[in-house]
């Protein structure tokens, strides 16, 4: 099945800084690699994805950078602000038998804008 | 966008109450559901899966007798945990997902449940 790391586990940044998460994905068949935000108590929230048929994708100071022939993806998060805080996972879609498909998440990047 | 509402938010109970939790997408048809469970600091980890009108799937180790999923419509997906007990004190998380691969996920708040 596919596996997906994900790093850094923490991530402290000054506010106004760049922020990176990285994920790699094991399946090559997996096209589609989503980012979700967790706010303490709350579920995740889709805030970008990405499909295999482009290489980059931006929305606002959101971006997400995939490299299928490396199976890595990125998470760029730029000019960042304290609401930024959060727990971010990336997750890949693979194909787990039966005729489904399920996201397999990384294991979560706690990121901390330090004001 | 896509709203998925979860409720309750938060169950405290005693042990051996069954607790049952909704899952309602708002705004669209969730062909698709997925239940995951949350354990502090942790990777949301699949339960089960589960397509309108028909029985769920659930992964490996998950007792289906335990954790019993309804999907009767689409828009309404319930989880009862059946004999609770203090060890199945967790944040339980739904999701749901339109018809085709090429529709993105999207989540409810979470319920977080604890069993005295």
């Known amino acids: 099945g596919e596996n997906v790391e994900q790093h850094p586990s923490t991530l402290s940044v000054q506010e106004g800084d760049s922020a990176v998460i990285k994920c790699t994905y094991s399946d090559s068949a997996s096209n589609y690699f989503p980012w979700y935000k967790q706010e303490l108590g709350k579920g995740p929230q889709l805030i970008i994805d990405?499909?295999?048929?482009?290489g980059e994708k931006k929305d606002q100071r959101i971006a997400v950078t995939l490299n299928k022939t490396a199976k890595h993806f990125s998470l760029h998060i730029t000019e960042t602000q304290p609401e930024d805080s959060a727990v971010y996972f990336c997750a890949a879609l693979a194909y787990s038998g039966a005729g489904s498909y399920q996201l397999t998440f990384g294991k979560g990047t706690k990121l901390s804008v330090i004001p | 966008g896509a709203v998925v509402s979860q409720h309750p938010s938060w169950v405290i109970c005693k042990s051996g109450t069954s607790v049952k939790i909704e899952c309602r997408s708002l705004d669209f048809q969730a062909t698709t559901m997925f239940w995951y469970r949350q354990f502090p600091k942790q990777s949301l980890m699949l339960m089960a899966t589960s397509n309108e009108g028909s029985k769920a799937t659930y992964e490996q180790g998950v007792e289906k007798d335990k954790f019993l999923i309804n999907h009767a419509s689409l828009t309404l997906s319930t989880l009862t945990v059946t004999s609770a007990h203090p060890e199945d004190s967790s944040f339980y998380i739904c999701s749901a997902r339109e018809a085709g691969l090429d529709q993105p996920q999207h989540f409810g708040d979470g319920t977080r449940l604890s069993i005295l």
């Open positions: 990405i499909r295999s048929n482009v």
